[in-house]
């Protein structure tokens, strides 16, 4: 079977660049990406191709290549739904927040309704492509409501899960290391498995596209974010050990990074993963876990998020302790914002973490990020619901501008590894603040020594 028209439901941060790229990649197939919220409809329209919604480096160049000839945006989700012979599901699958599994199982409530609404509306036989992150055995729920619908429409469910990483998603798309779908093992399944492969070959070599049952696809997905995050705590815990021990996280990293089989990525202490997923993926591992009554597994993965909150908190009790265990009225500069660099992406990142619990002490918080915009800092905390929106507004500035933000500030924090920060005058910020000048680098992404020349007192992760 070729496939002719794909939809895609939901314009997120993978739905968009991952449509973006199959559209560039395969003019003949088009490509429509629909969404509930207008808004974003709109901005991935805008005429001017930096105003998409979603910053990736190499992005808009795609979407202005491809939107247009073979790549839509659009609100008329029934539609897109009808004409397409292959649908992929990407709507977000946040942690719940109610009921049974309330801070830990997924919500399927978006994907619930997009089954039903395929249900609903579909008159020609399709593939469904699982796209979202979602717990093992999704696909027999999906398969439940779209094999009951009575009008003769014949589904196939793929499992097809992201990998891309934010900040790096075109390149990871162009270029991935693998590509992942699974599908049943009978005969209309592997025709199904084959029209996606077929999809992915034209630029995808054939050996990195693997094939498996629905399950392990779906399983696979949550392994690979709990493992990756589980380096991520494994380094931030020895970080700690180094603080107290004059061993240096970075040179640890390096010894052991360069055994081949430990490998050296994923291995820079930080103050704490942050991004949409690590968290929520891991939590849901653990909840999945325990439904089937293994408490061990479940501690053990849950281990990992324990580690990065005490990584966060443990962040922001070392710049307390050091600006002499009151901030109460300091303004401290919050350098980043985003849960990484090149992203305008702020879920979970740990900068909103961190200064929750510095204004918990009533600190003056001045935030500069290059890509986040003002308005989002404040959702971010507000959605916290620590304090009142009003508190917020007076206990935070945002600043358009880093030396403002810097300005008479006791301490600056970096909490996103942007790489223009290594560029700043930092003798004009250290001239600007009050003394002594305290910097906390959660990113070790400064040269300590410059910094102290200057006289910054600096304090680094894990050294
Ligand atoms: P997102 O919140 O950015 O986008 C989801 C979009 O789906 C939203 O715009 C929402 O309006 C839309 N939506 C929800 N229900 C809808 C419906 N019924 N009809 C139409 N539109 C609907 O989320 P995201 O970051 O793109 O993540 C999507 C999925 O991909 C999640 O399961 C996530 O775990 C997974 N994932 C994310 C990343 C990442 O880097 N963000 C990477 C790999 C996998
Ligand atoms: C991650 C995975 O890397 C992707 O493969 C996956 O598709 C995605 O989650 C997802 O399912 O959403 P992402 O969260 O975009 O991608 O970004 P990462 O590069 O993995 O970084 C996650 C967090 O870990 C960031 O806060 C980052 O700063 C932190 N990190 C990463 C470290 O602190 N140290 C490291 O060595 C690496």
Same mark, same amino acid.
């Given at each position: 079977?070729?496939?002719?028209?794909?939809?895609?439901?939901?314009?997120?941060?993978?739905?968009?660049?991952?449509?973006?790229?199959?559209?560039?990649?395969?003019?003949?197939?088009?490509?429509?990406?629909?969404?509930?919220?207008?808004?974003?409809?709109?901005?991935?329209?805008?005429?001017?191709?930096?105003?998409?919604?979603?910053?990736?480096?190499?992005?808009?160049?795609?979407?202005?290549?491809?939107?247009?000839?073979?790549?839509?945006?659009?609100?008329?989700?029934?539609?897109?739904?009808?004409?397409?012979?292959?649908?992929?599901?990407?709507?977000?699958?946040?942690?719940?927040?109610?009921?049974?599994?309330?801070?830990?199982?997924?919500?399927?409530?978006?994907?619930?309704?997009?089954?039903?609404?395929?249900? #609903?509306?579909? &008159? $020609?036989?399709?593939?469904?492509? @699982?796209? =979202?992150? +979602?717990?093992?055995?999704?696909?027999?729920?999906? !398969?439940?409501?779209?094999?009951?619908?009575?009008?003769?429409?014949?589904?196939?469910?793929?499992?097809?899960?992201?990998?891309?990483?934010?900040?790096?998603?075109?390149?990871?798309?162009?270029?991935?290391?693998?590509?992942?779908?699974?599908?049943?093992?009978?005969?209309?399944?592997?025709?199904?498995?084959?029209?996606?492969?077929?999809?992915?070959?034209?630029?995808?070599?054939?050996? #990195?596209?693997? &094939? $498996?049952?629905?399950?392990?696809? @779906?399983? =696979?997905? +949550?392994?690979?974010?709990?493992?990756?995050?589980? !380096?991520?705590?494994?380094?931030?815990?020895?970080?700690?050990?180094?603080?107290?021990?004059?061993?240096?996280?970075?040179?640890?990293?390096?010894?052991?990074?360069?055994?081949?089989?430990?490998?050296?990525?994923?291995?820079?202490?930080?103050?704490?993963?942050?991004?949409?997923?690590?968290?929520?993926?891991?939590?849901?591992?653990?909840?999945?876990?325990?439904?089937?009554?293994?408490?061990?597994?479940?501690?053990?993965?849950?281990?990992?998020?324990?580690?990065?909150?005490?990584?966060?908190?443990?962040?922001?009790?070392?710049?307390?302790?050091?600006?002499?265990?009151?901030?109460?009225?300091?303004?401290?500069?919050?350098?980043?914002?985003?849960?990484?660099?090149?992203?305008?992406?702020?879920?979970?990142?740990?900068?909103?973490?961190?200064?929750?619990?510095?204004?918990?002490?009533?600190?003056?918080?001045?935030?500069?990020?290059?890509?986040?915009?003002?308005?989002?800092?404040?959702?971010?905390?507000?959605?916290?619901?620590?304090?009142?929106?009003?508190?917020?507004?007076?206990?935070?500035?945002?600043?358009?501008?880093?030396?403002?933000?810097?300005?008479?500030?006791?301490?600056?924090?970096?909490?996103?590894?942007?790489?223009?920060?290594?560029?700043?005058?930092?003798?004009?910020?250290?001239?600007?603040?009050?003394?002594?000048?305290?910097?906390?680098?959660?990113?070790?992404?400064?040269?300590?020594?410059?910094?102290?020349?200057?006289?910054?007192?600096?304090?680094?992760?894990?050294?």
């Amino acid at each position: 079977m070729t496939v002719k028209k794909i939809c895609c439901i939901g314009a997120g941060y993978v739905g968009g660049p991952t449509m973006a790229v199959i559209a560039k990649q395969c003019p003949d197939i088009q490509v429509t990406v629909v969404d509930l919220n207008e808004a974003r409809i709109a901005a991935w329209n805008d005429q001017d191709v930096n105003k998409i919604p979603v910053y990736e480096p190499g992005l808009s160049d795609i979407v202005a290549e491809a939107r247009g000839r073979n790549l839509f945006f659009s609100t008329e989700v029934d539609k897109a739904i009808d004409e397409a012979d292959m649908i992929f599901i990407s709507v977000n699958t946040p942690t719940k927040t109610y009921g049974a599994g309330k801070g830990q199982a997924a919500d399927l409530k978006w994907i619930e309704l997009c089954a039903r609404q395929i249900a #609903r509306v579909s &008159t $020609t036989d399709k593939i469904v492509v @699982e796209k =979202s992150t +979602l717990p093992v055995r999704t696909a027999s729920t999906l !398969r439940d409501i779209l094999h009951h619908t009575g009008n003769g429409v014949r589904f196939q469910i793929l499992s097809n899960p992201e990998f891309l990483a934010e900040g790096t998603a075109v390149e990871d798309l162009l270029e991935p290391d693998r590509v992942l779908i699974g599908g049943d093992q009978d005969e209309e399944g592997k025709t199904a498995i084959e029209a996606l492969v077929n999809v992915y070959s034209r630029w995808v070599p054939r050996e #990195r596209i693997l &094939t $498996t049952n629905v399950w392990s696809s @779906e399983l =696979s997905k +949550l392994t690979a974010n709990a493992f990756l995050a589980q !380096r991520v705590s494994s380094i931030n815990a020895l970080s700690e050990l180094c603080e107290h021990t004059e061993a240096e996280i970075n040179e640890v990293a390096r010894a052991i990074g360069t055994d081949s089989r430990i490998g050296p990525k994923f291995l820079k202490a930080s103050v704490g993963f942050g991004g949409s997923c690590f968290q929520k993926d891991i939590l849901n591992l653990v909840y999945i876990a325990r439904s089937y009554g293994l408490t061990e597994v479940a501690d053990y993965w849950e281990q990992v998020i324990i580690m990065n909150d005490h990584q966060k908190k443990r962040f922001a009790n070392k710049i307390i302790r050091a600006l002499y265990n009151t901030v109460n009225g300091k303004k401290i500069a919050f350098l980043g914002w985003a849960f990484k660099k090149d992203t305008n992406d702020t879920r979970e990142s740990a900068a909103i973490y961190v200064a929750d619990h510095l204004l918990y002490e009533q600190a003056q918080v001045a935030v500069y990020d290059p890509k986040v915009v003002e308005q989002q800092v404040y959702i971010d905390l507000d959605y916290l619901a620590t304090r009142s929106t009003e508190e917020n507004k007076t206990l935070v500035t945002v600043q358009n501008d880093p030396y403002e933000a810097c300005k008479d500030a006791h301490a600056v924090a970096i909490l996103t590894e942007w790489d223009e920060f290594k560029d700043y005058d930092w003798q004009r910020i250290y001239d600007s603040m009050l003394k002594p000048a305290k910097i906390f680098d959660g990113r070790n992404l400064l040269d300590k020594k410059k910094l102290e020349e200057i006289g910054f007192q600096v304090h680094a992760i894990g050294s």
